[in-house]
């Protein structure tokens, strides 16, 4: 499967932004899929997944704030986020991995889209 992540741009603190993850293929919908983020100078971290079944999973920072879900038939992952910080600036990476449950290490996907950029200013 081919992934390309969009949606990415620079926000003020408090705003939202939705990211858009759209995928080749026709075995989308058997995929679980996540959504990672690298700032400047740090490392690759997880930030939400969802399951083939729809279940997901947060990092706490993004708790409350952040809601991932799928759209199979449009063969789409979304990450809409809200009350954005300052903190969560980086390149955020859309991903997907088979089996049967999500997962949160990086090193779990089998399938990486190229990351788009989000900058949230203070």
């Known amino acids: 499967v081919q992934l390309q992540a969009s949606g990415g741009g620079l926000v003020q603190a408090g705003g939202s932004l939705r990211l858009s993850c759209a995928a080749s293929g026709r075995t989308f919908s058997t995929y679980n899929l996540g959504w990672f983020r690298q700032a400047p100078g740090k490392e690759r971290e997880f930030v939400a997944a969802i399951s083939w079944s729809g279940g997901s999973t947060y990092v706490d920072s993004v708790k409350g704030r952040f809601t991932i879900s799928r759209d199979n038939a449009k063969n789409t992952m979304y990450l809409q986020m809200d009350s954005l910080k300052p903190e969560d600036t980086a390149v955020y990476y859309c991903?997907?991995?088979?089996?049967?449950?999500?997962?949160?290490?990086?090193?779990?996907?089998?399938?990486w889209g190229q990351g788009t950029l989000v900058t949230v200013s203070s």
């Open positions: 991903a997907a991995r088979r089996g049967y449950s999500v997962a949160r290490a990086a090193k779990e996907y089998d399938y």
